[in-house]
């Protein structure tokens, strides 16, 4: 059974959902102009949020991290949209130093040991990167959603991120339905992962699939405290924006 099999459903209020989720788009390309970019894990969520961007034209760029511990599944998504879409995916690796450094210091299994060296191979791979991916830009564009964990719940449709930028959570108030429900009626290319019982996806080691009744999350740092369950990028002190 695919994902869409599994999760695509129509639910009422997803035509408003869809139309909230464009209209900020739109809003965030015309206050932020040549300086927003959609940060992209290349999960489904984030896939939709590509899709919309590219149908509509919108100037936006998009960009992704590739850590170097992906599957390559996912790091085949980079290519396919660009085939698709016809736009150029702009892709941030760590630094290649930094990375065989700390694999020479603790070892290649070093996130199992400790939430200190997993978050220490995180900052390396992923948050130094999207430095460097946000540092020309006043905004960036996430699939964060509310029901995605206890930790999203109170997250706002349009943020500040501890150094000032916007951040902007397009799809925070859509279901997991929703997003199957999009990526079905608009034949979205996504992860064949997402078939395989794995709703999160991340670096190779750090996600397996989930079982009967386990959280959405539950495939993602499954050996650590669930308050523990980020890697960085989405844990920094936020405030709402004012109202435009």
């Known amino acids: ?3 869409i099999d599994l999760y695509a459903r129509h639910t009422a209020g997803f035509e408003e959902r869809l139309a909230a989720t464009l209209q900020t ?5 015309a206050a932020h102009p040549g300086r ?4 992209t894990s290349l999960g ?5 949020i590509t899709d919309l961007i590219a149908r509509h034209q919108l100037p936006i760029a998009i960009g992704t991290l590739e850590t170097g511990a992906l599957h390559a599944e996912t790091v085949a998504l980079i290519g396919r949209i660009e085939q698709r879409y016809g736009v150029a995916v702009e892709v941030y690796k ?4 930094a990375v065989i450094e700390f694999v020479r210091k603790n070892g290649d299994k070093a996130m199992y040991e400790s939430l200190a060296l997993r978050k220490g191979c995180c900052g390396i791979r992923k948050l130094e990167p999207l430095g460097r991916m946000l540092a020309p830009r006043t905004a960036w564009i996430t699939g964060l959603r509310r029901e995605q964990s206890n930790n999203r719940g109170e997250m ?5 991120d501890d150094a000032g930028r916007a951040k902007i959570n397009a799809l925070i108030d859509w279901s997991w339905n929703d997003v199957w429900h999009y990526i079905q009626q608009n034949d979205v290319p996504y992860n064949p992962l997402h078939d395989q019982f794995m709703p999160s996806i991340g670096c190779a080691p750090c996600t397996r699939a989930i079982g009967v009744g386990e959280d959405f999350r539950a495939g993602r740092w499954w050996w650590e405290d669930e308050a523990a369950k980020e890697c960085g990028l989405h844990v920094h002190q936020v405030e709402p924006l004012p109202a435009r």
């Open 1 to 3: 059974m695919s994902a």
């Open 25 to 29: 788009l739109r809003d965030a390309a």
């Open 36 to 39: 927003v970019v959609q940060s």
């Open 44 to 48: 489904a969520e984030d896939m939709v």
């Open 94 to 97: 760590p630094v290649a130093d």
């Open 156 to 160: 706002q449709r349009i943020e500040a």
